[in-house]
């Protein structure tokens, strides 16, 4: 895919906005749907790379939302990632130097199709600030994965999130990820919301899994800045490879058709609460 494919796909699922630009300058779509208001849930997909079939899947299911509640959809976090993984190197305009670098970092292989970094070889689900760096599987070199970055935000990609949870207006976050069937909840010392897991998880038919050891992910900041509601979803069946086969997408679309209302639901009755408490 192009990012004239991610542009336009957005654009056909809703009111499209540019939450910012990545690392290579591509734009960031922000999909926003219902009526805009504060206590809305954030969605991101394409976290990492090679897990481009969750964006997808997003702007198929916000193209099909039809509530009022307001949901701010990004599907392609990782556009240069999902642009590599799925058109290679080819498709940048890079000086020599960081084309042979890039492929330097790749094995030497043309063939991205598995990496989940951004273009700069940093993983954006280890970058943000939240016990960055103490995570079992964190490396500190670049490459295709696990690469923690030189700093928390050291990216433009989290920093985007980061200026998003900042602006106050979210009451849920969802990070959307490839594969496994599961919905992952807390944070380190926050174990809060298990029920809205729970509730999530049976409704897809997915397992439910409390991940207090996770570090640097996006989900783990949201929790960490707001000790609010916030969920990883690992769509689709393990049995399945990487790159998720767009084959299944019309499966994961029907598996997900109440999740965005879902979704919506527990914003609502948490932003009411947070207010009558403040
Ligand atoms: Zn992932």
Known sequence: ???????????????????????????????????????AVLIAGTVHAREHITGRLLTELASRYSGDYPLDVIPY????????????????ALKNAERLRLLRLNGGSTDFSLWKANLRGVDLNV??????????KNVRVPGGENYIGSYPFSEPET????????????AVAVAYHSKGEEVYW??????????????????????????????????DYWIQ????????????????PHPYPESELDNLIRTHAGAF??????????????????
Do not use: C
């Open 225 to 240: 800045e707001t000790g609010l509601p916030g969920f990883t979803v690992e769509v689709g069946k393990d049995s399945f």
């Open 77 to 92: 976090l990782n556009p240069d990632g999902a642009i590599l993984a799925t058109e290679g190197i080819t498709a940048f």
């Open 159 to 170: 920093r985007i999130v980061r200026s998003l949870i900042k602006s106050g207006r979210y």
């Open 1 to 39: 895919m192009l990012i004239s494919d991610i542009i336009s796909s957005a654009q056909r699922a809703g009111k499209v906005t540019y939450a910012g630009k990545s690392l290579y300058g591509n734009p960031v779509p922000m999909i926003r749907l219902g009526v805009a208001r504060p206590g």
């Open 261 to 278: 209302g879902l979704y919506a639901e527990i914003a609502e009755r948490v932003w009411k609460r947070t207010r009558n408490t403040t």
């Open 186 to 219: 807390g944070f380190g010392q926050n174990n809060d919301y298990r029920d809205e897991a729970e509730k999530i998880a049976r409704l897809l038919g997915y397992k439910p899994k409390q991940t207090p050891d996770s570090a640097g992910g996006l989900k």
């Open 127 to 136: 970058n943000f600030d939240a016990g960055w760096g103490t995570g079992a």
